[in-house]
């Protein structure tokens, strides 16, 4: 049950990021500080439909039983999680983005702690 549930809110997570940075691009580089030019909206654009496919997978998987695949993909959504929460936290110190950054750091702590905690109660 507990995975459906982090199933399901990963796939809304998923679409709204995937929508955001499809068609709200401009405003999400503006609120990390940083410009938005024309290279960085392509690169936003690709990267929403890997969202968007990621919110897909997590929809179709939700119903999945505990597996040796179902502990694979927590362990791997979650230290990817963490890593981006790190990673923009490193920018944030290297001063290539602003403090609009931490809100994305944080949700994407949160997510990766709950991953490792699905993961880790089975």
């Given at each position: 049950m507990t995975f459906q549930i982090l199933a399901l809110v990963m796939t809304a997570a998923c679409i709204g990021l995937g929508a955001r940075f499809l068609f709200f691009?401009?405003?999400?580089?503006t609120e990390w500080g940083?410009?938005?030019?024309t290279g960085a909206l392509i690169l936003l654009r690709r990267m929403s439909l890997?969202?968007?496919?990621?919110?897909?997978?997590?929809?179709?998987a939700r119903t999945a039983g505990p597996s040796d695949i179902?502990?694979?993909?927590?362990?791997?959504?979650?230290?990817?999680?963490?890593?981006?929460?790190g990673l923009g936290l490193y920018e944030f110190l290297a001063r290539r983005a602003s403090a609009g950054i931490f809100r994305s750091a944080i949700a994407?702590?949160?997510l990766g702690a709950a991953f490792v905690?699905?993961?880790w109660t089975g």
């Open positions: 691009g401009r405003g999400l580089l940083l410009e938005s030019t890997m969202y968007l496919g990621l919110a897909l997978v997590f929809f179709i179902r502990s694979a993909m927590c362990l791997i959504m979650g230290g990817i999680a963490v890593l981006l929460a994407e702590a949160v905690w699905v993961w």
